[in-house]
Structure formats: C-alpha cells, structure tokens
C-alpha cells in the first residue's frame, strides 16, 4: 500500500527573489533629454507598496502547508483490532453482522469485480452476497502487517441458489485493512482472490473467475468425506480433509470399474451382519504408485460409523480402512474420465504443485461423483486428487 510523505522543506518560488539577486545598474545616466516644445510638470504618483500583498501570499502558502501535512502519529492499539476482527468477522454473513462502529462512513473497499467508497456501499455489499448466495465464510487468520495494516486470510463458498443447478462457488484470498491513525477506524478493505493474476478493480479476468465457476455439474445429493477449502487458485483447490473410513478392493486401473460391484455389495447387505449402509459418494479410485500399476477401488462409509461398528466384509478381498485425512490437492473436470484423460489431469496437477512450490506425494486418487450409466458425459464431476506433504497458509 502506498503511503504518501508530505515534505518539510518548502520551495522558494521562482518569482520572488531576494534584493542581493538583481543586478546592481551601471552609473551612466539613461534618461534622455526632452524637445523643449514638450516640457511640462507633471506629478508622478507614488507606487504603492506590495509589502501587504505578498505578506497575504505567504500567510496563504503556510495555512496550506498546515493543512496538508501528515497528521501527528496517533497511539493505535493494533492487536487490541486484531483480535476484534477474530471475534467480529465470523458473524460477517450471520444474522449479528459486523460491527459497523469500527468503519469510518467513507471506507473504501475493493475486490476485482466490486467497488465502494462509503459505509453504506460497503454494507449493501455484504447484504446483497447474503441474500443472493448464503455465504460459508471461514476466517483462518489475522495479523498485523504494518503499522496501520491488519491482513486477513479467509475461504469463502457460496451457493447460487437462483440458477437451478444451484452451483458452488468458491474465493479464497486474503484482506488488506487499513486503520485510519486519526478515528483509529477502518478506512480501506482491499480484497485479493488467490485464482486471480490482476486483483485491480474492474477485473476481466476476475469476471471470467466468477462465470467458469457456475457452469452446470451433476452432484448427487449424498454424504462426501467432510473438508475444508483451505486455498483456491485457477487451477487447483487445497483442502484439508477429516479421517474417513473406506470399504476397498484391488482394482485393475484408476479409471476402471471392474471391481466396483464387489465393494458395492458390501454396503447392499452382503457382509456377515446382511446389514445395509446408506450410499456415498465419490467413488474413489486410488494410485499408490507412479507407474499406477497398484490400484483400490475404494467406496466412502458413513461418517457415524467406525471400524468398531461396522460389520465385518464375508469375502476375503474385501477390507475397510480408516483415511487419516490430511492436505490434498484437487483439481476438477467434466466428461467421461477415461485413463488417459485421467493420467493427464494427473500429470498436470502434478507439474503444477511442484511449480508452485509445493511436495505432492506419491500416488493420486480419481473422484468419480456420478452414475456414469445415467449421466450425461458433459455434467459428471470428477476430480483428481493428490496429497501433499506440507501446507501452510501463512
């Protein structure tokens, strides 16, 4: 953020110049004599003095000066503002709200697509996203990052509930908020998304951002593994799953589906206690070698249940294990996922996290979401998985 230093030193105008600076006139007379026919007496007036004028002048140039100089360093409580923000944020999209008293009425506030330069405006804002999109927001962290800066890290996931495929959106980013050192209020609110290059205001590329993200996906309305949406960039998200448990079987390729009915038959009844689970999804499909030569077909048990209360598998290929979760990488498409498009997410997935920096482990998983036998090909949802051997948000 840029910070403007009004100067000290005041420049001596060009025009007014000290008497020692003019040159001093040569003794020669330069009047010239008069035709005697022309001589008359006349009265010079006097010149009146400009001692007033520039006195006015100057005393003009100082109240200036005064007026814009930088205000005197105020003593703002910056952490007593960081932990405010911990408590107030979360209610940014509730029924409480934010409170507005810590905002001065001409707070600016920026995202690629939005702007507004008042309180009101800013308020409309948060408002019109509630009603529109039902906001998930999630504060990750707040620090101070100068010396009247405080920087958020947040993700937020809404849902446009007026399309009829009601689609998922998803922004992460972080929030420069600048506190104004004289109300020692909030007086800026800069949002930046992490899946855009040009955060300026108004953003192609962030209106593009928005409008890739409502196309059409078929989700069916069951349990997945439980989540968080910790990062997202243009062509990936990181997300922070909880423990899960699988049924599983050995499988003959990630895209493949040989194995499928014998894992579906275990959460149909066929299982020692003849016990039915309720279906999840995705079904997952998972790698643990580079070459993919070692393959699981793996199906999602409900989260209420554990190892202790499911019953036990009556055919000997058949296994459960619990996921110990942690951070994977996922990168969405549409279609069929054949192998080959599959391996090719994979690989450029794979090039990209190590590109940006990041450890992916060995191994992938494919996230297949629908029932390919009644779904059309250019709305299935399927995602390629890769886990990480790191993350940090900081």
């Not at 020692?20 to 007036?45: D, E, M």
């Not at 989260?303 to 055919?315: F, M």
Request: aromatic share 12%.
């Amino acid at each position: 953020m840029a910070t403007s230093v009004f100067s000290g030193y005041i420049p001596r105008p060009a025009g007014l110049r000290s008497a020692t600076s003019f040159r001093k006139l040569p003794k020669t007379s330069f009047f010239l004599s008069l035709p005697k026919h022309t001589i008359k007496t006349q009265k010079i007036p006097l010149l009146k003095t400009t001692t007033p004028k520039k006195y006015k002048w100057v005393i003009r140039l100082r109240s200036t000066v005064e007026e814009q100089s930088p205000p005197k360093p105020s003593n703002v409580d910056v952490q007593n503002l960081v932990d405010f923000l911990y408590e107030d944020l979360p209610h940014l999209f509730d029924d409480q709200g934010i409170d507005r008293t810590v905002y001065d009425e001409r707070v600016k506030y920026r995202d690629p697509i939005t702007k507004h330069d008042s309180l009101s405006g800013y308020l409309f804002n948060i408002a019109m996203l509630r009603k529109l999109f039902t906001p998930d927001f999630q504060l990750h962290w707040v620090k101070q990052t100068g010396p009247y800066e405080i920087t958020t890290r947040w993700t937020m996931v809404m849902r446009f509930f007026l399309l009829p495929w009601k689609p998922e959106l998803v922004f992460t980013g972080t929030s420069v908020m600048s506190i104004n050192p004289e109300t020692k209020k909030f007086c800026s609110h800069v949002d930046y998304w992490d899946s855009m290059e040009n955060n300026d205001f108004f953003s192609v590329e962030g209106l593009l951002d928005v409008v890739k993200q409502l196309r059409i996906y078929k989700t069916p309305d069951l349990e997945t593994p439980k989540y968080q949406i910790l990062k997202r960039t243009a062509n990936y998200e990181v997300r922070k799953y909880d423990p899960f448990i699988v049924v599983e079987t050995d499988g003959d390729k990630l895209s493949g589906s040989r194995s499928f009915n014998s894992v579906a038959g275990y959460i149909f009844g066929k299982n020692y206690a003849m016990e039915k689970i309720p279906m999840t999804t995705p079904v997952f499909t998972q790698a643990f070698d580079p070459e993919i030569s070692k393959v699981s077909v793996q199906i999602v048990l409900p989260s209420e249940k554990d190892l202790n209360s499911l019953p036990a598998p009556n055919k000997a290929e058949i296994s459960l294990r619990k996921v110990e979760g942690g951070v994977a990488a996922v990168s969405k498409f549409s279609g069929k996922p054949t192998e080959d498009i599959t391996r090719e997410k994979e690989k450029g997935l794979r090039y990209t996290l190590i590109r940006d920096g990041l450890k992916p482990k060995v191994g992938c998983l494919l996230a297949r979401y629908n029932d390919p036998g009644r779904t059309w090909s250019f709305i299935m949802k399927n995602e390629v998985l890769i886990w990480l051997e790191e993350f940090s948000l900081d």
